[in-house]
Nanobody, 125 residues
């Protein structure tokens, strides 16, 4: 049974940075397309970024492009989200999602099979 565990959330001032991590166990990490989503109360889970199996192809939501960077370390079964230039509107619970696939085309939460428990990111002065 695959298990994803996120870490790295917290409270940061506008303009600050955080790095989220998500480690997967119980599966072959290198076979999973990985993505980050975020969710605020009362809204649907929103796509943030996606990375392919090898880590060479990434895709971002327009709202985070140029500020966030997704990366992965297949040797350590971990995907990261480096968040710079944080804004109050980035405040949300961030989730990592995984899909056992070779196609890096998925941007909807319903297309991902495995989820972590989420980590809170709060951007506030």
């Amino acid at each position: 049974q695959e298990q994803l565990v996120e870490s790295g959330g917290g409270v940061v001032q506008p303009g600050g940075s955080l790095r989220l991590s998500c480690t997967i166990s119980g599966g072959t990490f290198a076979n999973y397309i990985m993505a980050w989503f975020r969710q605020v109360p009362g809204k649907e889970r929103e796509f943030v970024a996606r990375i392919d199996l090898s880590g060479t192809r990434t895709y971002y939501a327009d709202s985070v492009k140029g500020r966030f960077t997704i990366s992965r370390d297949n040797a350590n079964n971990t995907v990261y989200l480096q968040m710079n230039g944080l804004k109050p509107e980035d405040t949300a619970v961030y989730y990592c999602g995984g899909r056992h696939s070779s196609l890096a085309i998925y941007t909807r939460a319903s297309e991902y099979d495995h989820w972590g428990q989420g980590t809170q990111v709060t951007v506030s002065s």
